[in-house]
């Protein structure tokens, strides 16, 4: 089986609580799902792009800047790793977390690499 990186991609700012509430009762009913049929790896919320720090090699130095690496009006704020034996497995998923989430947008993209079998049973 495939691993998959589901990125969660939101505006700047906190939704009202009324939003932010439904949208975390519907995203704890999908991560349920999802470790019931055996998908789920693992996820994480992220805090806002300002507590970023950026760490890049030039030359002989490591210059670490505060700050995310790139501006944007939309962040990740958060992600789950599921495997999925394939990218249209891995797609169904996230629409699943899409509708939990809706109007957000998440991102799909594959690690490199299948997952060692002796993992998944794991």
Request: hydrophobic share 45%.
């Amino acid at each position: 089986m495939k691993q998959y990186l589901l990125s969660i991609y939101q505006p700047e700012g906190t939704p009202p609580p009324e939003v932010l509430d439904r949208a975390m009762r519907d995203v704890e009913a999908w991560t349920k799902e999802a470790q019931a049929a055996g998908v789920w790896v693992f996820s994480g919320p992220l805090l806002p792009p300002d507590s970023a720090t950026v760490v890049r090699a030039a030359d002989d130095q490591v210059i670490v800047t505060d700050g995310p690496y790139l501006e944007g009006k939309e962040f990740v704020g958060g992600f789950d790793i599921i495997k999925a034996p394939d990218l249209d497995a891995a797609l169904e998923w996230a629409a699943g977390l899409a509708r939990a989430l809706r109007p957000l947008a998440i991102e799909v993209r594959p690690f490199h690499g299948e997952v060692p079998a002796s993992e998944e049973r794991a």
